[in-house]
């Protein structure tokens, strides 16, 4: 499994290449550090704020207690669903110097996540 703590420039590059509008929720799969965790909850709580006052929101926080079918997500440990209002708007978020600041607490708490943007479809 390979974890990351930030999206490369072509990884960014490729989330706002259709120029979508729509909004997009953000999948959340977290590992911390061992004793991170209160760190990257103080960088979630100034996030949220973030997050809202620029029309996103938090959808949904769980714990990840086991892995049902297939391999490779040992040792993550939360979930998180967090919508904002297109990809642009979320790549203008994660580059903003407001949160640079508070990311040296997400540095310090997390080890590594994947992040997979989504949009709703009728399966």
């Known amino acids: 499994m390979q974890l990351s703590l930030y999206p490369s420039p072509a990884q960014l590059q490729a989330l706002v ?9 953000m ?8 004793g991170g ?5 103080r960088y979630a709580d100034a996030m949220r704020a973030i997050i809202e006052r620029h029309g996103g929101r938090i959808v949904w926080t769980g714990r990840i207690t086991a892995q049902v079918i297939g391999a490779g997500a040992e040792g993550l440990e939360v ?6 209002p297109s990809r642009k708007a979320f790549v203008a978020i994660a580059t903003s110097p407001e949160v640079a600041v508070i990311g040296r607490d997400r ?3 997390l080890e590594g996540q994947w992040l997979l943007a989504t949009t709703t479809e009728p399966m």
Do not use: I, M, Q, S
Request: no cysteine.
């Open 79 to 84: 979930a998180a669903l967090v919508e904002y």
């Open 27 to 34: 999948l959340n799969l977290l590992r911390f550090k061992p």
């Open 17 to 25: 290449a259709d120029g979508a509008e729509t909004p997009v929720v």
């Open 37 to 41: 965790e209160p760190a990257y909850r």
């Open 107 to 109: 540095a310090e708490g």
